[in-house]
């Protein structure tokens, strides 16, 4: 089959794999038929998180058509369309149980980690993603949703990650009617989490980036307040002077890793890396939100360590909270949302790209070119 393959940082390829079998039970093998490039997928390509491997298949967003079956499988039969939740869990653990599919105790050998992750690097189990023709599914009754009929696979792609990441990021700020609420980062994960703020009574959300043509689409698409960082002198004055000078209600961090920094973080964390990329979104979101305000990181981050000023953090009495997002749990509800309309999740789909434009779509993306907002892969076989 065609796959997506990893060989060192800013280098990805398209070449011929072996197809995946199924070595479980419980496995099927999926017929991919969309596939999307994430914000963590950059991080992998850039070279920020540790142990991603040469040879390695991206991708943990993806819908598929089931192929072939493992003899215990239940819940599915060939035919059927299913989208796949990021998180690979096993469903019958203490955190399973209790509807952290994130923190799965039996996915992933790096146990103090998150889950297994499909497409991520092998901290988080080196199962192989779904920017490829053909997909192995483990613990198949656990993870994918059926379709259903009236829908098709672009409307549900993004329920396989970024928009329940968006939905517990605005969830997880606790917001209330009126709030204020600051969203640092308009890659698509951040244009989606500002969605989901005004579904949960945010009276005001506000947006912070550099980038003018992801600014301008969060005004459309997301109708909010936005601010280019780089357009004014210091963002948090700018943020307070906004805020009555006290600051936001709530603050979000949609950015992760690849944030940019100060010439100390991009030394310790990309060129050295001894910490997990730039913290810079998190310092802001702990500078800018008022006393007694709330948190959300949803950005993904490396180890080992961060600087952050965690003291300020305390002193101002800030909740923080965090999380890969436990996917399973919101699916049905955030699809229900979709089909009335409160969401328009395709929406944010800029470019569909064929399997062989893969490195394409990768350097778009990172390099914020030809306005791209979300590529979605369409394989060969996809019909």
């Known amino acids: 089959m065609q796959a997506m393959t990893y060989h060192g940082p800013k280098r990805v390829r398209v070449e011929n794999k072996p ?39 991206f ?29 690979i869990s096993c469903g019958t653990c203490y955190f399973c149980k209790r509807g952290l599919t994130a923190n799965c105790e039996n996915t ?70 009126g709030d204020t609420v600051v969203v640092y980062g308009a890659g698509p994960v951040g244009i989606l989490t500002a969605r989901c703020a005004w579904l949960m009574g945010a009276g005001r959300v506000i947006m912070v980036d550099h980038v ?21 002198d210091d963002i948090v004055l700018h943020i307070k002077k906004m805020t009555d000078g006290r600051g936001a209600d ?5 950015v992760g890793c690849d944030a940019s920094g100060s010439h100390m973080h991009t030394v310790l964390g990309k060129i050295l890396k001894l910490e997990g990329g730039a913290p810079t979104a998190i310092e802001w979101c702990i500078n800018t939100a008022r006393k007694g305000g709330k948190i959300s ?3 993904v981050y490396g ?15 800030l909740t923080l909270r965090m999380n890969q997002c436990n996917v399973k749990r919101y699916m049905p509800h955030l699809l229900e949302h979709i089909r009335a309309g409160r969401i328009d999740a395709k929406g944010i789909i800029s470019h569909r790209l064929s399997i062989e434009e893969i490195p394409y779509g990768y350097e778009i993306f990172t390099k914020k070119q030809d306005e791209c907002i979300k590529c979605v892969i369409v394989p060969p076989r996809a019909a």
Request: charged share 25%; aromatic share 8%; hydrophobic share 35%.
């Open 19 to 57: 197809e995946p079998r199924i070595e479980h039970p419980n496995d099927v093998i999926l017929r991919v038929t969309r596939a999307a490039i994430c914000g963590s997928d950059i991080h992998l390509y850039e070279g920020l998180i540790p142990d991603t491997r040469v040879g390695h298949t």
């Open 59 to 87: 991708g943990h967003e993806f819908t598929g058509v089931v192929e072939e079956l493992g003899p215990s499988v239940q819940t599915l039969k060939r035919g059927d369309r299913v989208v796949v939740p990021f998180n």
């Open 108 to 177: 992933n050998p790096n146990a103090d980690l998150a889950c297994g992750v499909y497409g991520y690097s092998h901290t988080t189990g080196g199962y192989d993603g779904g920017q490829a023709e053909y997909v192995r599914v483990p613990f198949a009754d656990v993870g994918p949703m059926k379709i259903p009929d009236d829908m098709d696979d672009e409307d549900v792609l993004f329920l396989s990650d970024i928009l329940p990441t968006a939905y517990q990021g605005a969830e997880m700020g606790e917001i209330v009617d």
């Open 212 to 232: 003018d043509y992801r600014l301008a689409f969060a005004r459309r698409y997301a109708q909010v307040e936005t601010i280019n960082y780089r357009q004014v």
């Open 250 to 254: 709530v603050c979000i961090d949609a």
């Open 297 to 299: 990181l949803i950005g």
């Open 303 to 317: 180890p080992p360590w961060n600087m952050i000023p965690i003291g300020t953090a305390m002193n101002k009495g």
